[in-house]
């Protein structure tokens, strides 16, 4: 390998460097509301200048709160165009979610908007609601620490991911739904794809699909005796059955961790023997990574802001809109660590490097000697996920089952048969203890997120499990995932799939709230 030489970058200067560039996140301080901003900014990707947005606090791009500290953010648009944002893992008052019209409108040019409640501790991210805004990069870490954060010795990272295009969002999407997008094993659809952007009021009050009480349990999991077993139809490589399932359905200029590709990564000091917490969030509009520690001792620790029991391992992967917190004990021994993300099914890769000081730092090239997997076909990772604050044992009140479906040919994504607009909301009380089914019947995976709540896996494809809590699960193509919540504020809460183009074209719907009688 070649030494890196872009901007200077030596060994003997990479913490110098990885300071420099590395997008600094704001420590928020005090008690008078933290400053933020919606604003464009200016990113090198690959010698090639490409203007973005971002989220702007006090010291750069994000947040960090201190133990304790509420959410009290003044959001200001500096866009051109309205705006709103999502705070994404925590749970505020459903009037400061951040989703169109639900029940705020979009910040106008200018305005300010302020938002103050309880914040949730873990890793966590903030992004535009708006599908083309988050597209193009309007999002950025949301760390909120714990005390026995601030207690432990360790070191904090934050690998922000995101894949990147310097075409319009808007021609990317169009792109994408007339097959034209490339992509690796994607099939290749028609049409034009429907501008449904977010949500943007026009919602009725129609009654959810509710299948009755299907079932008690410790953690609220669901008979699953007369439940097919899907997971054994996938194979590796994303094979299923015979049948290739659909990976990556268009290719992106650029893949990056923290703003930067491989070409010129950000490189963090660490110390020698010292311990790593590496704080992964991706941001991606449509691509899944894994993970990959290389040669240093690595434990899974945290999902989606949540607490597992220690995961050890050199490969984890991440759906979009999902969170993994891996401790990293480093050698006593100097060196460059590099921490790869990589693209499922795919040889395209990102990654920051940890370097002790002086230690030598050659330059990795952005595609992979091999592909890598699809990811978690069989959902084996997430069935090694338990958790450890468990949903606390009640009786289930009401469950439903959700049916994901849609294809390449046309490029249409529906929940329960139907695209957002014509959707059918599902129906839930304050209080009640509650399982979704999701049922993946398209040969697609879909990252599932739902606001406003936290919900525990208590099943896959028809295996009753403990596992971790959430509020982003993967569902890999003809497969099911259960998942147990107690339900939260009377109110409409967005229930989507967290792939951009999925979204799009439709797959949403409402966790419409009723008061508790």
Same mark, same amino acid.
């Given at each position: 390998?070649?030494?890196?030489?872009?901007?200077?970058?030596?060994?003997?200067?990479?913490?110098?460097?990885?300071?420099?560039?590395?997008?600094?996140?704001?420590?928020?301080?005090?008690?008078?509301?933290?400053?933020?901003?919606?604003?464009?900014?200016?990113?090198?990707?690959?010698?090639?200048?490409?203007?973005?947005?971002?989220?702007?606090?006090?010291?750069?791009?994000?947040?960090?709160?201190?133990?304790?500290?509420?959410?009290?953010?003044?959001?200001?648009?500096?866009?051109?165009?309205?705006?709103?944002?999502?705070?994404?893992?925590?749970?505020?008052?459903?009037?400061?979610?951040?989703?169109?019209?639900?029940?705020?409108?979009?910040?106008?040019?200018?305005?300010?908007?302020?938002?103050?409640?309880?914040?949730?501790?873990?890793?966590?991210?903030?992004?535009?609601?708006?599908?083309?805004?988050?597209?193009?990069?309007?999002?950025?870490?949301?760390?909120?620490?714990?005390?026995?954060?601030?207690?432990?010795?360790?070191?904090?990272?934050?690998?922000?991911?995101?894949?990147?295009?310097?075409?319009?969002?808007?021609?990317?999407?169009?792109?994408?739904?007339?097959?034209?997008?490339?992509?690796?094993?994607?099939?290749?659809?028609?049409?034009?794809?429907?501008?449904?952007?977010?949500?943007?009021?026009g919602m009725g009050a129609m009654q959810g699909m509710d299948h009755g009480a299907m079932g008690h349990g410790a953690t609220g999991g669901m008979p699953m005796g007369n439940m097919p077993r899907m997971g054994g139809m996938m194979g590796m490589g994303g094979q299923m059955g015979g049948m290739a399932m659909d990976l990556n359905d268009y290719d992106w200029d650029a893949y990056l961790a923290n703003d930067r590709t491989?070409?010129?990564?950000?490189?963090?000091?660490?110390?020698?023997?010292?311990?790593?917490?590496?704080?992964?969030?991706?941001?991606?509009?449509?691509?899944?990574?894994?993970?990959?520690?290389?040669?240093?001792?690595?434990?899974?620790?945290?999902?989606?802001?949540?607490?597992?029991?220690?995961?050890?391992?050199?490969?984890?992967?991440?759906?979009?809109?999902?969170?993994?917190?891996?401790?990293?004990?480093?050698?006593?021994?100097?060196?460059?660590?590099?921490?790869?993300?990589?693209?499922?099914?795919?040889?395209?890769?990102?990654?920051?490097?940890?370097?002790?000081?002086?230690?030598?730092?050659?330059?990795?090239?952005?595609?992979?000697?091999?592909?890598?997997?699809?990811?978690?076909?069989?959902?084996?990772?997430?069935?090694? /996920?338990?958790?450890?604050?468990?949903?606390?044992?009640?009786?289930?009140?009401?469950?439903?089952?959700?049916?994901?479906?849609?294809?390449?040919?046309?490029?249409?994504?529906?929940?329960?048969?139907?695209?957002?607009?014509?959707?059918?909301?599902?129906?839930?009380?304050?209080?009640?203890?509650?399982?979704?089914?999701?049922?993946?019947?398209?040969?697609?995976?879909?990252?599932?997120?739902?606001?406003?709540?936290?919900?525990?896996?208590?099943?896959?494809?028809?295996?009753?499990?403990?596992?971790? /809590?959430?509020?982003?699960?993967?569902?890999?193509?003809?497969?099911?995932?259960?998942?147990? /919540?107690?339900?939260?504020?009377?109110?409409?809460?967005?229930?989507?799939?967290?792939?951009?183009?999925?979204?799009?074209?439709?797959?949403?719907?409402?966790?419409?709230?009723?008061?508790?009688?």
């Amino acid at each position: 390998m070649n030494m890196l030489s872009r901007r200077g970058f030596l060994a003997a200067s990479a913490a110098a460097i990885g300071a420099a560039h590395l997008p600094r996140i704001a420590f928020a301080q005090g008690v008078a509301p933290i400053s933020l901003s919606a604003a464009t900014r200016t990113l090198d990707i690959d010698g090639r200048a490409a203007t973005v947005f971002g989220l702007a606090g006090p010291g750069g791009q994000g947040l960090i709160l201190d133990p304790g500290q509420r959410f009290r953010v003044d959001l200001t648009n500096d866009l051109d165009v309205g705006t709103i944002i999502h705070w994404h893992g925590q749970i505020p008052p459903n009037a400061q979610d951040g989703v169109p019209d639900m029940p705020m409108p979009l910040l106008a040019p200018g305005e300010t908007r302020s938002y103050d409640f309880e914040a949730r501790p873990g890793t966590h991210w903030m992004h535009s609601h708006v599908p083309t805004q988050e597209m193009q990069l309007l999002a950025a870490p949301l760390i909120v620490r714990s005390a026995e954060d601030v207690a432990a010795d360790r070191q904090d990272v934050v690998m922000f991911l995101h894949d990147f295009s310097f075409k319009a969002p808007e021609e990317v999407l169009a792109e994408i739904g007339a097959g034209h997008g490339g992509g690796h094993g994607a099939g290749h659809g028609a049409g034009a794809l429907p501008d449904q952007g977010a949500p943007m009021g026009g919602m009725g009050a129609m009654q959810g699909m509710d299948h009755g009480a299907m079932g008690h349990g410790a953690t609220g999991g669901m008979p699953m005796g007369n439940m097919p077993r899907m997971g054994g139809m996938m194979g590796m490589g994303g094979q299923m059955g015979g049948m290739a399932m659909d990976l990556n359905d268009y290719d992106w200029d650029a893949y990056l961790a923290n703003d930067r590709t491989l070409s010129d990564p950000e490189v963090v000091q660490v110390e020698r023997g010292g311990r790593i917490r590496l704080r992964v969030i991706n941001a991606a509009a449509a691509t899944v990574f894994w993970i990959e520690t290389g040669g240093a001792e690595a434990r899974l620790v945290a999902v989606d802001g949540h607490a597992v029991e220690p995961l050890a391992g050199t490969r984890f992967g991440l759906a979009m809109g999902q969170r993994l917190d891996i401790e990293i004990d480093l050698p006593h021994e100097g060196g460059a660590w590099p921490i790869l993300a990589l693209r499922e099914g795919a040889r395209e890769r990102t990654g920051l490097i940890l370097a002790t000081q002086g230690a030598e730092v050659r330059r990795l090239d952005a595609m992979a000697d091999a592909e890598a997997p699809a990811f978690d076909t069989d959902l084996a990772q997430e069935a090694r /996920l338990i958790a450890l604050d468990a949903l606390p044992d009640r009786p289930v009140d009401r469950s439903q089952m959700l049916m994901l479906g849609g294809s390449m040919q046309p490029y249409v994504w529906t929940i329960n048969g139907a695209v957002w607009g014509q959707h059918q909301p599902i129906t839930a009380r304050s209080g009640e203890r509650v399982v979704l089914s999701f049922h993946n019947m398209s040969m697609m995976a879909h990252p599932m997120h739902l606001h406003g709540h936290v919900f525990q896996v208590v099943g896959l494809n028809g295996r009753r499990v403990v596992g971790a /809590l959430r509020d982003t699960v993967h569902v890999p193509p003809m497969s099911m995932v259960d998942v147990a /919540l107690d339900v939260g504020e009377a109110a409409r809460w967005m229930l989507h799939c967290h792939h951009m183009p999925h979204l799009t074209t439709g797959m949403m719907t409402e966790f419409a709230v009723t008061a508790s009688v």
